[in-house]
């Protein structure tokens, strides 16, 4: 028996190379481990000490989306709250009507009533007396740059013109101009022109005189000073007046109409006062504002475009 398992098991001896083969190979294999984990180690710590690379062109676009969805969510609040208040009746419902009935009410006038066409009206002579008063005010403004005498002795009359309350006119305007069209679109003309020309005034103070004598020693003449340093220094200052303007520009426009006017919704406003329909003058109200954030976000764009167009930041 003991010479069968000895005879079983029998060790032999491995030959000196292969022994020295299998040493290195687990040699290698430890220092391979080894510098594996080293390579970790340097990887994670270079991944801790690097700085964390911030995409602001994602996050602008988050924050936009947050910023959009978090106006819908007061707006929609807002318009519940209005509703079931005045259901509650903890609103009087004669004086604040309610969304739904204003809703009803616009449809009415909509389809049957003459909204549409009194829309078009005012916002008709809202956008020619923005863009008149506002092109006319910068071409004033910008002439200033051609005679300091001149400018001196206008500016102060262009203040007296901005501070005067200029609404105060628009009974001498209607009686002028008429009941019409035309009277409105003086009236939004003349809230907007001095602001424009102020604000190209402005710009036309800051321009740098350097860069002009500069360009008078390269040999430009006068009119290519303006138009080539001017006009563009004081772009950014224009641009910066169209927000201003097209709000005083509708002002403008429905004061003429509540003073008299045989259309606009500043007219329907006034009519339902006088009838003492207040579900109608609720609707020119919603009416009006929606129009003001239209056109306030379309001369946003047109402030894009331009700046855009012109290399302004």
């Known amino acids: 028996m003991e010479t069968v ?9 491995l030959p000196a190379d292969a022994a020295e083969t299998a040493g290195a190979a687990g040699k290698a ?6 510098a594996k984990a080293a390579k970790a180690a340097k990887a994670q710590a270079a991944s801790r000490s690097a700085p964390l690379i911030h995409d602001e062109e994602a996050a602008a676009r988050r924050r936009a989306r947050v910023i959009g969805w978090g106006r819908f969510a007061v707006a929609v609040l807002l318009f519940v709250v209005w509703e079931v208040f005045t259901r509650l009746d903890w609103l009087d419902p004669y004086y604040w009507s309610s969304p739904s009935v204003i809703l009803q009410t616009t449809w009415v006038q909509l389809t049957a009533g003459t909204l549409l066409s009194d ?3 005012t916002s008709g002579s ?13 071409l004033l403004g910008l002439s200033f740059w051609w005679s ?3 400018a001196g002795i206008s500016e ?3 203040i007296v013109l901005n501070a005067m309350p200029k609404l105060a006119l628009a009974p001498v305007l209607v009686i002028l101009l008429g009941i019409g069209f035309f009277s409105k679109v003086a009236l939004a003309f003349s809230m907007t022109v001095v602001v424009a020309a102020l604000s190209a005034y402005s710009g036309v103070k800051s321009v740098d005189p350097d860069m002009e004598k500069l360009m008078y020693s390269l040999g430009a003449k006068r009119m290519q000073v303006f138009t080539k340093v001017v006009i563009p220094w004081s772009m950014p200052w224009i641009i910066s007046s169209l927000r201003i303007n097209i709000a005083l520009a509708l002002a403008g426009a429905i004061v003429g109409e509540f003073i008299a ?3 606009g919704v500043g007219r329907m ?5 006088t009838i003492l329909d207040i579900n109608l003058v609720w609707v020119g109200v919603v009416v009006l504002s929606a129009l003001s954030m239209v056109m306030y976000w379309g001369v946003v764009l047109l402030e894009k475009g331009l700046s855009k167009g012109l290399g302004v930041r």
Do not use: N
Request: aromatic share 16%.
């Open 5 to 13: 398992r000895k005879s079983a098991f029998v060790v032999q001896a």
């Open 29 to 34: 294999e430890k220092e391979g481990r080894a």
């Open 119 to 121: 829309i078009i009206y």
């Open 126 to 138: 809202t956008v020619l007396g923005f863009v008149f008063g506002t092109l006319l005010g910068a």
């Open 148 to 150: 300091k005498s001149y």
């Open 156 to 158: 102060p009359y262009l």
């Open 261 to 263: 006017s045989s259309q």
């Open 269 to 273: 406003i006034m009519y339902a006062g």
